[in-house]
């Protein structure tokens, strides 16, 4: 039997990490402790890159650039949807995470979805790294795991 093992080894990694500034309180966080991340794990800085859009509803298109380009080992989608008074919530949610989850699923490279679909600022700020860990380091680390499987597992 062939067992493929984790290795969280992300020495001369490429990361691309897209980030919505909508609700930026929240994701500058995610954003901070995603990057803290990767360099904890060797990702040098000069190897992640950084783009903006205006929400999360734009992600995926972005995503679907910087895998398109060829340029990177992984993209960490980061993103925070907190639920309002309509139903925009929903379309956003849906949305976003379906054309993140659907790049993700063709196995070109890891796509990791980091966006965060709460109720409340609270519940999202408390995510994002105020009273518990923040989930920026969790994805990256995902990140970072899942191109060295995919390495492993090759073509």
Known sequence: ???FKNSLNGSNLKVAIAVARFNEVVTDRLLEG???ELETLGVASDDIAVAHVP???EL???CRRFV???KYDAVIALGA???GETGHYDVVVNNSTG???SLAAEGKIPVILGILTTDTVDQAMNRAGLKAGNLGCNWART???MVNLYKQIGK
């Open 34 to 36: 995603a990057v803290r």
């Open 81 to 83: 949807v907190i639920r």
């Open 143 to 145: 990140a970072v795991e």
């Open 60 to 62: 995926p298109g972005l």
């Open 55 to 57: 929400g999360a509803f």
């Open 1 to 3: 039997m062939k067992e």
């Open 99 to 101: 054309g993140i989850a």
């Open 68 to 70: 398109d380009s060829g």
